[in-house]
T-cell receptor, first 114, second 113 residues
Framework: DTGVSQDPRHKITKRGQNVTFRCDPISEHNRLYWYRQTLGQGPEFLTYFQNEAQLEKSRLLSDRFSAERPKGSFSTLEIQRTEQGDSAMYLC????????????FGSGTRLTVV | AQSVTQLGSHVSVSEGALVLLRCNYSSSVPPYLFWYVQYPNQGLQLLLKYTSAATLVKGINGFEAEFKKSETSFHLTKPSAHMSDAAEYFCAVYVEGFQKLVFGTGTRLLVSP
């Protein structure tokens, strides 16, 4: 297993466009997390899945954001009608239920909205 | 609510000097604490974590941190800095029940020859 994989690594989009990011967690990890990191800040929690169930969502996750994890494997994060303030690094992480603090982070997707 | 505060947005050291990055936490319950390192345009790599076992935690790349309950601190140290240590370092606390990490604002470590 090569760890947590995120695609794409970089995305440049025009304001108002929709974008979708993908995260493939470590295969035996049933927990998956999305974080957002803006320039000069620490990562901020967005949402959390246990298997296919989305169990926690931050108030940062406005109605333009939606995350899914069909079948409890990979996850997608979609941003509709992107705004310049959405420009950030989007990080995915996974952990096994046997070690909820055993996070492994992916390399992230850097979004630039122009 | 659990939180962490990192003192100093930038720390500069010379190669071979002691590295000390400060982190103080706030938690109403015994915390799980972490240090992560981030290189430019990369994700987060775990350096070490405290999970209520030994108070002195050794991590990768020669880093260690000591949990001090009386000072609510979890400072990161390395005896001798290397050029490759130049990166952003984040302290984090795990919020049990909410299944999430809460991060500090980060400290950029600069290492000069």
């Amino acid at each position: 297993d090569t760890g947590v994989s995120q695609d794409p690594r970089h995305k440049i989009t025009k304001r108002g466009q929709n974008v979708t990011f993908r995260c493939d967690p470590i295969s035996e990890h049933n927990r998956l997390y999305w974080y957002r990191q803006t320039l000069g800040q620490g990562p901020e929690f967005l949402t959390y899945f246990q298997n296919e169930a989305q169990l926690e969502k931050s108030r940062l996750l406005s109605d333009r954001f939606s995350a899914e994890r069909p079948k409890g494997s990979f996850s997608t994060l979609e941003i509709q009608r992107t705004e310049q303030g959405d420009s950030a690094m989007y990080l995915c992480a996974s952990s096994p239920s046997s070690d909820s603090v055993g996070y492994t982070f992916g390399s992230g997707t850097r979004l630039t909205v122009v | 609510a659990q939180s962490v505060t990192q003192l100093g947005s930038h720390v500069s050291v010379s190669e071979g000097a002691l590295v000390l990055l400060r982190c103080n936490y706030s938690s109403s319950v015994p915390p799980y604490l972490f240090w992560y390192v981030q290189y430019p345009n990369q994700g987060l790599q775990l350096l070490l974590k405290y999970t209520s076992a030994a108070t002195l935690v050794k991590g990768i790349n020669g880093f260690e941190a000591e949990f001090k309950k009386s000072e609510t601190s979890f400072h990161l140290t390395k005896p001798s800095a290397h050029m490759s240590d130049a990166a952003e370092y984040f302290c984090a606390v795990y919020v049990e029940g909410f299944q999430k990490l809460v991060f500090g604002t980060g400290t950029r470590l600069l290492v000069s020859p």
